[in-house]
């Protein structure tokens, strides 16, 4: 059974440029979600996929967006990146019975994002 | 808005003592509470998960409690190790919404050969 995988693990951008971050989910998972995590904080919630549908979305402006794919892997783009977009970006899935994520989640590395 | 906040934020403890990290919630209508570790610059771990209906989960030296009434949730580590050192963070799911993770801020847990 593989986890969550993300990439890359490592990313600098430039105030104004787009960035697109990639998530494989855990075999079997039908749940995606997408966490941002400044340094020395807890992970805030951006937004939240379930069967190819956004489900839930956090406190984040409509330049991040995402997408999950058949195989429920999954993408955060952000666009017109700013300095305070440099965080931690961390990608979990779930097993979803319902929409329910009875079986806790199972968190990827991370993306770590620099923005210049 | 469910607010999660974890008491200490940092611990430094001798190797081998026991010790018990703290997590309140204030909207008690929880569907899970989760336990994570975190090194650092890296991703999460899951610890352990309790469900609302649960009162404690136990994986080897960890114990998690949970009071859903009062909003109080415990970790409790048993003959601590320089391994355990990182930070630990909790985070309740609610039942209603997205069932997306609300994080407290962590507490940074150091062990002491």
């Known amino acids: 059974e593989t986890g969550v995988t993300q990439s890359p693990t490592h990313l600098i951008k430039t105030r104004g440029q787009q960035v697109t971050l990639r998530c494989s989910s855990q075999?079997?998972?039908?749940?995606v979600s997408w966490y941002q995590q400044a340094l020395g904080q807890g992970p805030q919630f951006i937004f939240q996929y379930y069967r190819e549908e956004e489900n839930g979305r956090g406190n984040f402006p409509p330049r991040f967006s995402g997408l999950q794919f058949p195989n429920y892997s999954s993408e955060l783009n952000v666009n017109a990146l700013e300095l305070d977009d440099s965080a931690l970006y961390l990608c979990?899935?779930?097993?979803?019975?319902?929409?329910?994520?009875?079986?806790?989640?199972?968190f990827g590395s991370g993306t770590r994002l620099t923005v210049v | 808005k469910q607010e999660v906040t974890q008491i200490p934020a940092a611990l430094s403890v001798p190797e081998g003592e026991n010790l018990v990290l703290n997590c309140s919630f204030t909207d008690s209508a929880i569907y899970n509470l989760q336990w994570f570790r975190q090194d650092p610059g890296k991703g999460l771990t899951s610890l352990l998960l309790i469900q609302s209906s649960q009162r404690e989960q136990t994986s080897g030296r960890l114990n998690a409690s949970l009071d859903k009434s009062s909003g109080r949730s415990t970790l409790y580590i048993a003959a601590s190790q320089p391994g355990d050192s990182a930070t630990y963070l909790c985070a309740v799911t609610l039942r209603t919404g997205a069932n997306n993770l609300f994080f407290g801020t962590g507490t940074r847990l150091t062990v002491i050969p």
């Open positions: 075999s079997g998972h039908n749940t």
């Open positions: 979990a899935s779930s097993l979803s019975p319902g929409g329910f994520t009875y079986y806790g989640y199972t």
